[in-house]
């Protein structure tokens, strides 16, 4: 297996945090900061532990224990009970032969089907085909907040034809699923912005093990503002999978990446994060138009205020 982002011949450390569901995102994120480049969560034997990979020459024991610390401060400050964080140094080998036992092909909506690129897709079902590859694994269609995301995506898109010319924008695109998925169930152009250079390669990555031409994701290292000023034009709708803190920053700049009819999908936010996202929203005079929730999280889809 091949990726654009794991070179040969490295060892790493495989990181495993036992802990409670609800602190799934806020370790990602710590993880992500950290330098970890693939995570995959999963429940087994009744719990639940999240697996991370860290390059060796980017942390030692000493870096790894305080890692372990902060997972353990965040979880406290939230009131959640103190995750266990344990690791091990790995080969390359073992590296895809633990991504290959742990993700499989996953239904998401109506419409989606999300397959690990060593795996040969069918070619007759009824599904459109997203495939990714686990080294990229910023978002593999496994996380809530991501299933959310791309059923929301079929809401807005459904029916879409090429001629409609929709374009998408995509706020912190990590593997680029929510990019891709829009084109393939009717966008014709995407535009995404992260700020981790490895985002960037992922979802390019991506985007050639889906046969999507390059021209149609246009894609960057930035920020919200980065995005703006390249878009030729304000999207039609856009897409923002980030932590609920992260997206009341960029509230006041969702006016200038959709036109007036603009349409968005906010993920990344704890149900008891919904009111203060809201209250953002309200203030730059943004309606919530549905609210869905699985599990501990929610996802927003917004339209401007006709007031």
């Not at 995570?39 to 060796?56: A, C, E, H, W």
């Not at 305080?66 to 959640?80: F, G, S």
């Not at 079902?125 to 686990?134: A, E, M, S, W």
């Amino acid at each position: 297996m091949s990726s654009p982002i794991f070179t040969s011949n490295n060892s790493w450390w495989e990181i495993q945090v036992l802990t409670e569901q609800p602190l799934e995102e806020q370790i990602y994120w710590r993880l992500q900061n950290f330098g970890c480049q693939g995570m995959v969560s999963q429940t087994k034997d009744g719990q639940f532990r999240i697996n991370s990979y860290l390059p060796v020459e980017k942390g030692n024991v000493l870096d790894l224990a305080a890692l372990a610390l902060w997972l353990k401060e965040d979880a406290i400050a939230c009131n959640y009970k103190a995750p266990v964080t344990e690791w091990v140094v790995i080969n390359d080998e073992d590296w895809s032969s633990s991504w290959k036992q742990h993700w499989h092909p996953q239904e998401i909506g109506d419409m989606f089907v999300i397959y690990p690129a060593w795996l040969e897709p069918p070619v007759d079902g009824d599904r459109k085909v997203l495939r990714l590859d686990p080294g990229s694994a910023f978002g593999t269609g496994a996380h809530a907040t991501t299933q959310l995301c791309l059923e929301a995506l079929e809401m807005r898109l459904w029916g879409a034809k090429p001629e409609d010319n929709l374009v998408v924008a995509d706020v912190g695109c990590g593997s680029g699923i929510l990019s891709i998925g829009a084109l393939l169930i009717g966008a014709s152009q995407t535009y995404a912005i992260d700020n981790d250079i490895l985002a960037i390669k992922a979802t390019n990555h991506n985007r050639q093990l889906n046969n999507i031409a390059e021209d149609k994701i246009w894609v960057q290292e930035g920020s919200i503002q980065d995005l703006i000023a390249n878009m030729p034009a304000p999207a039609n709708g856009f897409t923002c999978n980030i932590l609920a803190d992260i997206i009341v920053d960029m509230v006041p700049y969702f006016d200038q990446l959709v036109g007036e009819t603009g349409w968005g999908i906010l993920s990344g936010i704890l149900v008891e994060q919904v009111p203060k996202v809201a209250e953002a929203l309200d203030a730059y005079k943004w309606v919530i138009a549905t609210f869905w929730k699985r599990q501990e999280w929610a996802c927003l889809t917004i339209r401007k205020s006709e007031y």
